[in-house]
Protein backbone atom coordinates (compact mmCIF):
# COMPACT_ATOMS: atom_id res chain seq x y z
CA UNK A 1 0.00 0.00 0.00
CA UNK A 2 1.50 3.40 -1.06
CA UNK A 3 0.47 7.02 0.79
CA UNK A 4 0.02 10.19 -0.99
CA UNK A 5 -0.48 13.73 -0.03
CA UNK A 6 -3.12 16.30 -1.04
CA UNK A 7 -1.49 19.37 -2.89
CA UNK A 8 -3.09 22.53 -1.79
CA UNK A 9 -5.50 22.34 -5.06
CA UNK A 10 -6.49 19.11 -3.66
CA UNK A 11 -4.20 16.88 -6.00
CA UNK A 12 -2.47 13.57 -5.78
CA UNK A 13 0.66 11.86 -7.79
CA UNK A 14 0.07 8.27 -8.11
CA UNK A 15 2.86 6.63 -7.44
CA UNK A 16 5.20 5.08 -10.40
CA UNK A 17 4.75 1.52 -9.47
CA UNK A 18 0.89 1.78 -9.58
CA UNK A 19 1.22 3.58 -12.85
CA UNK A 20 2.99 0.95 -14.30
CA UNK A 21 1.26 -2.02 -12.71
CA UNK A 22 -2.69 -0.31 -14.14
CA UNK A 23 -0.51 1.44 -17.36
CA UNK A 24 -1.77 4.20 -16.83
CA UNK A 25 -0.65 7.35 -19.46
CA UNK A 26 -0.17 11.13 -18.62
CA UNK A 27 -3.65 12.50 -19.87
CA UNK A 28 -6.08 9.19 -19.49
CA UNK A 29 -8.84 9.93 -17.61
CA UNK A 30 -9.87 8.17 -14.48
CA UNK A 31 -13.29 7.48 -12.75
CA UNK A 32 -13.75 8.10 -9.29
CA UNK A 33 -16.03 7.00 -6.73
CA UNK A 34 -17.00 7.40 -3.12
CA UNK A 35 -17.35 3.81 -1.81
CA UNK A 36 -18.13 4.50 2.42
CA UNK A 37 -15.04 6.21 3.70
CA UNK A 38 -12.80 5.61 0.65
CA UNK A 39 -11.79 7.37 -2.73
CA UNK A 40 -11.55 4.94 -5.72
CA UNK A 41 -9.81 5.54 -8.54
CA UNK A 42 -10.27 3.45 -12.09
CA UNK A 43 -9.20 3.69 -15.18
CA UNK A 44 -11.71 4.87 -17.94
CA UNK A 45 -12.77 2.00 -20.40
CA UNK A 46 -12.30 2.98 -24.21
CA UNK A 47 -14.94 2.25 -26.56
CA UNK A 48 -12.20 0.11 -27.87
CA UNK A 49 -12.02 -2.09 -24.75
CA UNK A 50 -15.76 -2.93 -24.89
CA UNK A 51 -15.43 -3.97 -28.31
CA UNK A 52 -17.05 -7.53 -28.16
CA UNK A 53 -18.36 -7.25 -24.90
CA UNK A 54 -22.28 -8.20 -25.62
CA UNK A 55 -21.72 -10.70 -28.27
CA UNK A 56 -26.14 -11.47 -28.32
CA UNK A 57 -26.69 -7.20 -28.71
CA UNK A 58 -28.22 -6.68 -32.22
CA UNK A 59 -26.32 -4.13 -33.45
CA UNK A 60 -28.86 -3.30 -36.82
CA UNK A 61 -30.31 -0.06 -36.65
CA UNK A 62 -33.60 0.46 -38.28
CA UNK A 63 -33.06 3.78 -40.23
CA UNK A 64 -35.79 6.49 -41.68
CA UNK A 65 -36.55 6.24 -45.52
CA UNK A 66 -35.10 9.98 -45.43
CA UNK A 67 -32.05 9.08 -43.91
CA UNK A 68 -30.79 6.22 -46.20
Same mark, same amino acid.
Not at 25 to 30: A, F, M, V
Not at 49 to 66: H, S, Y
Given at each position: ????????????????? !?? +? $?? *?? +?? *??????? /????? !????????? $???? *???? *????? /? /??? $????
Amino acid at each position: MHTVSLSPKFQIVIPKS !VR +Q $AL *GL +QQ *GQRLQVR /VQGDK !VELEPEKSV $ATLK *GRWP *GLDTK /V /VRE $ADRV
